[in-house]
């Protein structure tokens, strides 16, 4: 986007030479330029027009677009061809003619159009090729031009009619179209002025050869037609200037202005003044009615400009040319922009000095000529010369009187003229900055290379107040820029200070400038820079400088939340600060080089105002003053700005907000706010764009959105483009609001509400299936559950089957015979006592395999014992030809194990291994270790070995050697494995394997613990 200065040339200023008064020119103009940089498809712009919503369509040599003042969007997006000219329809559409296709009417959003004619560059007639300077008119009619007619579109009925203006030729098309506040229909050609009886559905010249007045028949070729405040016709020229007809009296009057005029419009600016633009090949004119004088606008020259069409809503005024769309902003119109007379800027002139004096008076210090004195009311300047070509440094009140500080010396105001004063001062050039009177009757003047010197007011006489060598030291390494009186009269001194801060102070009761480092914090200072100090309200000093501004209270204590420092959001355009104020309301005023700040202590916020504002530039280093009224001047270049504080800050309602644009996975969508959107579960990736359609600046509008009633506020800053990505399936509402750069919120805003559909694995079709799986799933699982735990039972049930056959074995009617029979040997060979010790251990036994049978699982310790007594009585049966051993792990004596386990195993090696060695003394070995997480038993005899007790019993016919207790054990032993999960097995192997004697039964069982 490009700013060009526009400024008026000197046919357009009155001047008034009355006793040396002049009056000032009118104000500069201000445009921006917006090109292909900026997004527009062509710099040739045909033709604009305005919506019912506020968008602004433009119609290029590349198509068609609509822009909302941030983006330049084509529609629709696959239309090519170059757009000639557009109208808008009362019901919200558009007619748009593509010189390529014809005639079309789109819709609301551009998103489809409908063909209403078509060209045909086949056939002989050219006069159905072309609907130039589409129009519409109050009562539903579409009028184009061709050759050599006019056409006419009933838009309800879509009827098509035409007219033949006579005398035209098939070589020109320029025939616009008018409707005046009267709703008559004008037309012009290059045969004069026309209108349209609607009762008899014709045409008739009214300026023309075919005019029915003798009196307007003239040879007149129109271009151009506008109509003013008394319902006079204005009508503009190729080549023959400007006309203004009266309808009722038929009259004609000829205004002379040069260049070809394509269009015309009235303008009224911020001010309330009414002035004619006038569109023309080289560029803009502006002319005023009542003066009945133009001026040519500058930065538009050689610029050919199609149509100019204000816009009444936002105060602007926009230019469709052929070297891209500019826009005018009149401005705030709190900001008034005052410029000085000509004759005092045929040399480039600055206000660097203001000094307000009266209510309506003010001083104004120039870079050269001298002193102006600007009445408001009458808006007269009067000019007061120095005796030398000075520039004016700063202007101050001294008794009374105006005194300059210029860069040659000082000067007071004598009646009509400056003469100079003349000081016995220390200064080696006459520069100075700034001259004080302060309360004292002493007259303080700063120079800005060699530092202060002060005088007595009434003699002149130089006046020392503090120790001159110290003082010369920080005059000779420093530099001084102003000084100022605070309300208890102490004076603050603005210096650069490169080796500490440039914040100084008088201190009156020890006669010494002390800096005020010396009791702040350094790092609240916001530099060692500083050029300005002024007086704020409540006794606070302000003092600007390069990096922000610092405040400080009476006694020079800085504040830093009334300071303004780098980081704030929205920062300083520049933080090289020149003029600073307080205004009545506490807001602190900043002179930059990019603007005009203010800064809102309350809220820490700062407002830039600049040229699209209203400033005549935005260079606000130069001259700066407010007065108690709140009203801000700021010097500029050839003239300066007077600001309305408290009108600025009036507040204004904030614009409402609208949803520009809506793209579903990168697809533009219609935006309908009424019903909520449904999408799919794959159109999860939206983005949005959001305008107010004020087309102002930018940096100025804010955006927030919240996401459903349950998020909080999300800031967008000056973004106006939302993405939401990867949206889940699910119902939302999106809220966005637009506020401004002093905090305001639109508490209206917008509500988007849409539903993303969820996708088929979320659908209830699927759930239940899922659901129904999972029962079923449930339901296997419980059956297994069930299956197992029947096994179990069934295991457990065996389990006891298997004890009690294991009772009935180990207690088997052989052993207790054979024991009955040894205490019946006993007692028939007299050895009673020996009978009676036997029978208490088969007593014993026998209680312990009945007490143990009840248990499913008994410690070991327990186990050996009754072990213990069943070897012990077999020992006694056998004459105690063998002998046995236990070599158990004492850890593992209370670990469980199966009672009468180990039981059928020993019975097998004393019966079928012991009982037949002859060979020396049997020997029986049991022992239990734990192995890793396994309980390891081991029964291990030396007698004849499972070979030959096979033979013995073969030979005897006896039944295998293996007894009922063994199967009954092997069956115990699988159970174990199915009830715990872990190994339980025996095997069985020959201790000596060479000569197969001796029984080795390894046995692994579970690891249970108590």
Known sequence: MKTSPAKGFCSFILLLFLNGVVLGQSPNLTFQKLSTKDGLLSNFVSAITTDAKGYLWVATRRGLCRYDGYTFR????????????????????????????????????????????????????????????????????????????VRRYEIATKKHNQYTIKGTDQTGEGKHFFEDHQRRLWILSERGLYTFDRKKNSIYCVLGQEAANPANRKTLQLSAIAEGNTGNLWLGTPNDGLFQYRPDQETLQHYPISGMI??????????????????????????????????????????????????????????????????????????????????????????????????????????????????????????????????????????????????????????????????????????????????????????????????????????????????????????????????????????????????????????????????????????????????????????????????????????????????????????????????????????????????????????????????????????????????????????????????????????????????????????????????????????????????????????????TDRSGWINLGVTNELNLTNLKSGDYTLVVQNGDDTGRWNQNGITIQFEIAPAWYESGLFRGLVLLGLLGLLYGFYRMRIGQERRRSELTRQRAEAETRALRAQMNPHFIFNCMNTIDAYILTNRPDAASIFLQKFSRLVRQVLENSRETLIPIKQELETLTLYIELEEERADHRFSHTFAIDPTVETCLMPPLLLQPFVENAILHGLRHKTDGPGVLIVSIQQVDNQLRCRVEDNGIGRTKAAAIHAHTGARSHRSLGSKVTTERVDSLQALYGTEASYSIMDQNPVTRTGTIVDIKLPLIRQ
């Open 262 to 707: 394509r269009s015309l419009a009235f303008v009224v600016d911020s001010s309330g003044t009414t002035t004619l633009w006038l569109g023309c090949d080289d560029g803009l004119k502006i002319f005023q009615p009542t003066l009945a004088t133009s001026i040519t606008v500058e930065g538009l020259q050689g610029v050919s400009i199609q149509q100019i069409s204000p816009d009444t809503v936002n105060g602007i005024v926009w230019l469709a040319t052929n070297d891209g769309l500019w826009q005018y902003r009149s401005g705030i119109s709190a900001i008034q922009t005052v410029l000085l007379p000509e004759s005092i800027t045929q040399k480039a002139v600055i206000v660097t000095a203001i000094l307000p004096d009266s209510a309506d008076t003010y001083w104004l210090g120039l870079s050269h000529s001298g002193v102006l004195r600007w009445n408001r009311a009458t808006n007269a300047f009067q000019l007061f010369r120095y005796p030398v070509d000075v520039i004016t440094n700063t202007l101050s009140w001294v008794n009374g009187t105006l005194w300059a500080a210029t860069d040659q010396g000082i000067f007071q105001l004598n009646k009509a003229d400056f003469k100079a004063v003349k000081l016995p001062s220390r200064f080696s050039s006459p520069s100075i900055q700034k001259v004080l009177a302060d309360r004292h009757q002493r007259l303080w003047v700063l120079h800005k290379n060699e530092g202060i010197q002060v005088f007595d007011l009434n003699t002149l006489r130089s006046i020392t107040l503090w120790n001159e060598q110290k003082a010369r030291e920080l005059w000779a390494s420093n530099r001084y820029h102003d000084l100022a009186e605070s309300p208890d009269g102490r004076i603050w001194i603005a210096a650069w200070y490169p080796k500490s801060f440039g914040m100084i102070g008088y201190n009156e009761r020890e006669r010494r400038l002390q800096e005020l480092a010396d009791f702040n914090i350094h790092k609240q200072f916001i530099g060692d820079y500083f050029t300005r100090v002024s007086v704020g309200k409540k006794g606070r000093m302000l003092f600007a400088g390069g990096g922000g501004v610092n405040t400080t209270d009476a006694t020079g204590k800085i504040d830093s939340l009334r300071s303004v420092y780098s980081g704030l959001t929205p920062e300083l355009a520049d933080d090289q600060c020149f003029g600073i104020a307080e205004d009545n309301s506490h807001r602190l005023w900043i002179g930059t080089g990019e603007g005009l700040h203010t800064f809102n202590p309350a809220t820490r916020l700062i407002r830039r105002f600049t040229e699209v504002d209203g400033l005549l530039s935005d260079d606000a280093t130069n001259g700066f003053a407010i007065t108690p009224n709140d009203l801000l001047l700021v010097g500029q270049q050839n003239g300066f700005n007077l600001i309305d504080i408290n009108r600025l800050h009036q507040p204004t309602p904030l614009p409402p907000l609208m949803v520009a644009s809506m793209q579903v996975n990168g697809q533009y969508k219609p935006v309908v706010l009424t019903t909520p959107l449904l999408l799919a579960n794959s159109e999860n990736d939206l983005r949005f764009t959001f305008t107010t359609l004020s087309f102002g600046p930018v940096s100025t509008i804010r955006f927030r959105y919240r996401l």
């Open 74 to 149: 084509k529609i629709p997006e696959n239309q090519v061809g170059a757009v000639n000219s557009l109208s808008h329809l009362p019901n919200g559409s558009l007619a748009v003619y593509w010189n390529n296709a014809g005639l079309f009417i789109a819709d609301q959003d551009g998103q489809s159009i409908t063909p209403v004619d078509s060209v045909d560059f086949t056939d002989p007639d050219p006069v159905n090729d072309h609907f130039n300077n589409l129009f519409t008119d109050s009562q539903g009619n579409l009028w184009s031009s061709s050759y050599g007619l």
